[in-house]
């Protein structure tokens, strides 16, 4: 089924949309999930969170804005963050769980988005696959073995240019950090 | 500008600040490429892609696309060997092609191609080409069952529709090559390759949905060490080939003195009768002495000015050793210009005209080649002299083709990288099939001679050292079309040889 047949269904409330959802996008959304939580339960609870989530919020995927898996994979990566987030303050107890991190100021979100657009700007001047390899660490946040396996490269030489792609970046962006 | 935030002092801290600052959604050039299985599943389908192209009759282009198939396909099939049973046959299959791809191409690199292709019937030949495309049609299979059990692990709908239509249509293909269908089948054929390249591309989008749940193996051999061995193995392989397998074995030794006594006297008869000198210092014994008692001599002499080997020198001598029945012995000898840098095979082609006129062979051709080598004489046999029956692609003007059917014999041999003064001779002995007709020496019967011992002499010269696939002059010569030059050989047409009494 084109992915257009179940946007459209889940825009109408259709709820066989969800179905058809997890048949299609099931195994794109555990692949994006898997790397951040070990525990496979967790990974389950974290799919139905980003489906409902997809449900709650289609009317905000714009497809001339981006692609429909770059939203998905946005979805399904802040479910898992989210779920990982809270598992490591179970973990070290530093906060109570109902606790929430302060808003930013005003001046932090302007230099946080200056910060941003500067990374961006760094990252266009890495080749494609250089930024492929930045976006499967830093986003995707996958292992470097699965990286090296997908990659069909050795974890050594995977290290290697992570390295490098970091040490340009570092260069690039010294006036940001300074 | 805004207040900046702490410096970020450690590669930790720098990492942190890396993801911190990513957008939330990446673009879709990125969500696109990171995937598990689309560079190893478009290395597969560019591996098949290119391995359905055929290129008819240009064999270097035909090692460079087995080369290109045979790389992709070992690079995604290793990624994915690891996925299920059926990728990881598939592995297994490209495995066994490639190392069947490097032998073709290694033998290829050699003279041996030549010989083995000689050796084999034309049945094993075939079996051999049609294991080939089994083999192919078989991973074919496996690509179909692998899909299927990806999608039956991501829980999606099965759908290899587009892998059983290639299959379909390499079958068609293969059927179409066993049958040799020429005409409109060949427009069929075209057909079907295209909707074969065009179901590899629907190919491409089989698992877009469901190739997520692919976990490619970590691999064991890295890209660079498997395209490295294997270009390494098919490079350094031919070089070596081209350099020291692409030669004739010559058994160069100094000529041995006559060892018969009655030698120096028919070597003073044949002077006698015109015999020229340089030629027969040239001849072996047995030659000589198979010349003994011989009643009349016939002399020709030519050279060949133009371009390659310009200043090649050729001197028919027919011998006569009896007029009733009449037999003569027949002697070709050449001598070529010296040239340095001398490759692989060159061959003399004998091609009677009027078969008829020399199917009475009472001696099959021979010869040998003699060389100059700092001072010093050195000589070989004539390594290999084969007859056979080929059909040479020609010119067709009307009812006249400049095409050649029919036999021919090839004398081919090889030379050294530096030599002086080469020269050498092929000799056969025929009898006269039409004994009752009478010879009177005069201007009919010189017609008729010329029309019935009108023969065809070539001389197939190798002008490059380094072509691929290596091929003889001889075999250079039955594949290429008539009095073709190749970028690697050239035809010399030699004057006609023809006997009659002046």
Known sequence: MAARDIIEKLKNRDESGMEELLQHYGPLMRYVIRPFLSDERDREEVLQNAALKVWQSIGRFDAEKGSWTSWLTAVARNAALDMARAEKRRETDELPEDAHDPAPTPEETALRKERQEALLRALETLSSGDRVLFYRKYYYRQPTAQIAAELGATERSVEGRLYRIRQKLKELLKGEMS | MSEKLPPVPGEDSFDEFLSAHLPEETSSEISRLVTPWTEAFLLILLSIGIGLINFPDQPLLGIIQGAASSAFGLLGWNRLRGENKSFRHGWILMLIRSVWYLADALLKSTLWSDALNRLLSADILFILGLVSALLFLSQLVCLRDGIAAVQKKAGAKEDTSAVSFLIGAYAVLLVLALLNAGGFFVIIMFIVIVAALYSVFRLSHVLDEAGYAVTPSPVKITAEALLGTFFGILVIGSLIGVLFFSRLPMKWQAPEPYAHAETAAVREDLLALGFPETVLDDLAEEDILACKGAVGLMHQESFYHDGTLDGLKLESIAVVLSEKPRVWKVFYHFTLPDEKGYYGTDALELRPMQLFGWTDFTEEPHGRILIGQKGETKAAAIPSVTRGYYRQQGVTF?????????????????????????????????????PAIDFAWGENAKELIWSRYFSGLYYIHQVNGFHYPVQSAEAFRKSSSYMSRGWEFAVILLEMSWFFPE
């Open chain 2, 398 to 434: 009307g009812s006249f083709s400049t095409g050649f059917s029919g036999d021919a014999y090839f004398a081919s041999f090889s030379l050294p990288n530096k030599y002086e003064n080469a020269r050498g001779y092929v000799t056969l002995s025929v009898s006269d099939p039409y």
